[in-house]
């Protein structure tokens, strides 16, 4: 059985699925077995009312993961502190035992694009990036998550790989990454990169969390491919490949199937994590069996 | 790249691509911008989809999603919490000129609006009768009542609160009675809570929001409507979860 918050400052290296509230009566009555729920925290930043108690119903039963999609750590303009000061009310109200934002902009001086923006990759950006991270971190009092983006468009002023910046950002503030493999897979698509390559120079010690997901397909301008992550299917073959590529590097980590978008009964997203939880436990066995070898 | 430039070309799709914006071609192919352009007016309308499902229904997603689009591009949420996104929706409806033939619709996007507010409302258990028993006869008429959070009252020339229940189920009853309507919105628990009253009783519930005391609420309700009815009007308004407390010259009480 789940043992929510007992479990201690970390998420278990299990499958967890992002909590929707049209499947939380099911979930209350069956109490599948999950490994953790993800919510998007700024659902959550009203009052009162049914988010809140169903959350803490929730969180008496599984670990929690808070996931922010509004923070704009990104962006050139200061952090919103009324939002900063938001989430620090969420996580200690609810103490998740993982919290994880994006590396993308939002919000601009004429208000939230809802939308997670790109960003180029230089010394500037780098320093401005960390700078962020590290309000964020003292703000909310606890480490911090920073997500790879998936990305339709380049810039010409980046001059440091993708990669290479989350490391730095990383190695500068003391965040950990959250792994997007399907963030991977478009953005390799997207930019004619290798994305078994991208794994295979990620720094997989930061890695907390991995984020698993379904995307679009369709062309660009010059016809070319262009993925675009689209949270509303089942995780893709190629991504689900890039997966198991991925934890074969990093060992069983903590791995949510995103799906926020046409929304499917809960029993399928039962069965995507189902499939990711297979690899996981494999990754068990097999660090196991090589730590009964060494003993 | 400056990202105010960034976000300029995003929201309007006749500006050009923000220099400096490539692929791995070495190109600036705008079916990759526009992809951005896309994400950020789809999850706009759908967040103001979400908050006013009446009145997406009312007037068709086509309808819904270019009058969606038309404010957006005059207002954009000012926090990332977008379930508040919308606030200024119902007054942009009211004067948007392609749904004049309309007229209830921004009434009708009013009460949707106060029903999310109240959805996210604090939890505080509101005034019930017995409390409001308590309080001493000759000092009810002083006394002012405290609203609850999530109480509001829509005051409509139309028969908005007969038009959202309509489209609540399924299918949809056609609603051709269009006649003057109040709504009360309160949530006395965890459900959110709709109901239509009278006149009457709308202009004293209106006069107690505002922080007028019972008994000059009540004088105004009488000269509305001399048989206005005391009694059933102040103990069907708490009973409906609308205040949260009475505050007389003693000082607040519950």
Known sequence: MNTGTQSGQSLPARAGLGLKPEHIGEIIATEPEIGFFEVHAENYMGDGGAPHRTLSEIVARYPLSLHGVGLSIGAERPLDKAHLARLRRLIDRYQPQSFSEHLAWSTHDAGFLNDLLPLPYTNRTLAHVSAHVDEVQQAVGRRMLLENPSTYILFEDSTIDEIDFLDA???????????????VMVSAINHRLDPFAYIDRFPVERVGEIHLAGYDETVDGAGDRLL???????????????YRHTIGRTGPVPTLIEWDNDVPAFAVLLAEATRAEAVLDEAALRRDARFSRRA | ?????????LLDATRPLPDGVTSARGEADAARFAVYRNNVAVSLSKALSQRFPVLRRLVGDDFFNGMARAFIATTLPDSPVMFAYGDSFPDFVAGFAPAAALPYLADTARLEAYWTRA???????????????????????????IAHPAAALVRSKFSI????????????????????????????????????????DAVFAAALLRGDSIGDAAAEAFDTDPAFDFGRAIVGLVALGMFAGVADQQGDMR
Not at chain 2, 1 to 9: C, E, H, P, R, Y
Not at chain 2, 128 to 135: E, T, W
Not at chain 2, 169 to 178: A, F, M, P, S
């Open chain 1, 228 to 242: 675009i992550d689209a949270h509303n299917s089942t995780v893709a073959d190629d991504v689900f490949s890039l």
């Open chain 1, 169 to 183: 950002i990383a190695e500068r503030t003391g965040c950990g990454l959250l792994l997007d493999v399907n963030n």
């Open chain 2, 119 to 145: 959805y996210h409302a604090a939890d505080i258990v509101p005034l019930d009768v017995a409390a409001l028993a308590r309080l001493a006869p000759e000092r009810l008429g002083s006394a002012t009542l």
């Open chain 2, 1 to 9: 790249m400056d990202q105010n430039t960034f976000a300029s070309a």
């Open chain 2, 161 to 200: 609160g007969t038009i959202w229940q309509a489209h609540q189920g399924d299918e949809v009853r056609v609603q051709t009675v269009l006649e003057p309507e109040s709504i009360v919105i309160t949530r006395p628990d965890i459900e959110v809570a709709v109901h239509v009253i009278a006149e009457a």
